[in-house]
């Protein structure tokens, strides 16, 4: 099991970095490709590599071996990735997948560590989850990723992606598009090939260069990040949402610094115009916002549960589902406040969450937020419980208010562009997006992105929480993912 998912680290940043770093990479030109696929001549003899598709081999040797074929390209500088394709079927005791320099060993007889075995190599065994560098035998491997306990293990996928960052001198792994984080530290100045440990007789490998970024490239590629967390900080500035033509009033308040975003719409057979009025630099944010919850990394299937509800910490009037722990039930004939947190609670990294709520059976104060593990879940009458203590945060869905140690007069209007005494229709999807590395929570509703909601959050250890009075009610969260 798991200790900690996604794993605790003060970097969530760098890991949003290294993801858009990953997206932006250059593939190589048709004419390029032959130049990173396997090397036939820097392999062990028991493998073959097809003169017509270099980008895969196969092992022929039926002894007892193991067998290592190095890639054609080397890398010194730039971030590069490429993919392994290896099918679980074909691999054998010591499947290691890893970089190398040109000094080590490719071939020796018996089932063996070879990548990893000395300083000139690094790898990941896929079957034990144990890197290895410098390492004699198994005994002396380092389990990864590192928020697994030692006594687990993770499947791993037939596709594998090695991402090599030779500005920072590290190495990591990525699978089912979730990054598992650094592997390895301390490879500046080395010039290190693609490699694989191989053991298993017919077994097939394939490697594919998926791109890579040079140096000048990696240095330009982070400014414009900088530039863009900078924009984290950009006071948002929204004059009016409204569905109707521009006042020339405010058509002289546009200037270089704003923007104007007309959407033509139909509603009730009449045409009319949404008018935003904007910040440039709020829509630079809305986009990094959208980007960033893109990029979340999913857990594996076998980990989800533990994102669910928890049927043992709600109030005695709530049903979480027997078989699907995501979905909650309220069916009760009276009058009565119920709320229920989710099992996990997050105190680093960035999560994301979606909860599915029809609005007809929302009633009153339908609020959906954060809690510690110290905020009440139950009482008699319709009141509100989320966001009515210092112990939890909530908006109001209904009433379109944010509320955190406040009476339901009290609640800050939210989003923040709304005009007094408008209201906005939340659809039934609604997504939280939980920052505690800035401390931050915001929503995403009707498709977009609505702005912080709330700060301050640094420190504590929240849960996802929702506040029920309707008699009969169904929820459904749905974990979206998270960055270390």
Known sequence: MFTHFPPRSAEAKHSFEMIQLVKSLSPPLD?????????????????YVDPGNE???????????????????????????????????????????GVATAEAPLHELGEKILVGSSRASWGWDLNTNLLYHNSSNDSTGKKYPGFIKDDARIIVPEDITVLLNMEE???????NKF?????????KGLKLFPIVNVTKHDARVTLEYLGGLTSEEVRDSALRTAAGIALLLSTVSVISVENRPLRSTERAQLNTNSKLHLNEGRRKGRVGLQVIIINIAFIDFLYLQIDL???????????????SWNKNDCSPN???????????YKDFNGSTTDCVRGKYGFDSGINAWKISWKPSQRGPYP????????SPLHAMGVKMLVGNNNTSWGWD??????????????????????????????????????NMEEGTLSYFANGYYLGVAFDDLKGKKLYPVVNVTSQRCKIEMTYLGGLL
């Open 293 to 307: 919850l893109e990029n979340l990394a999913r857990p594996p299937p076998f980990l989800l549960e533990i994102f």
């Open 179 to 187: 990054y598992l984080g650094i592997a390895f530290h301390d490879l």
């Open 55 to 97: 980008s895969t081999f196969c092992k022929l040797c039926e002894e007892p071996s193991t067998d290592c074929i190095r890639g054609k390209h080397s890398f010194e500088s730039g971030i590069h990735a490429w993919r392994i394709t290896w099918n679980p079927s074909h691999r054998g005791m010591y499947s290691i997948v």
């Open 318 to 328: 709530i049903t979480v589902q027997e078989n699907n722990e995501f979905v909650l």
């Open 169 to 175: 001198g590290t190495l990591a792994y990525i699978i």
């Open 367 to 374: 609020i959906v937020g954060v809690a510690t593990i110290d």
């Open 397 to 434: 869905i209904d009433m379109n208010l944010l509320h955190h140690n406040t009476t339901p007069n009290q609640g800050i209007l939210y989003p923040r562009f709304m005009i007094k005494g408008t209201n906005m229709s939340v659809s039934e999807d609604l997504i939280l997006m939980l």
């Open 31 to 47: 004419h390029q490709i032959n130049n990173y696929n396997w090397n036939k001549e820097d392999s062990s003899p028991n493998i």
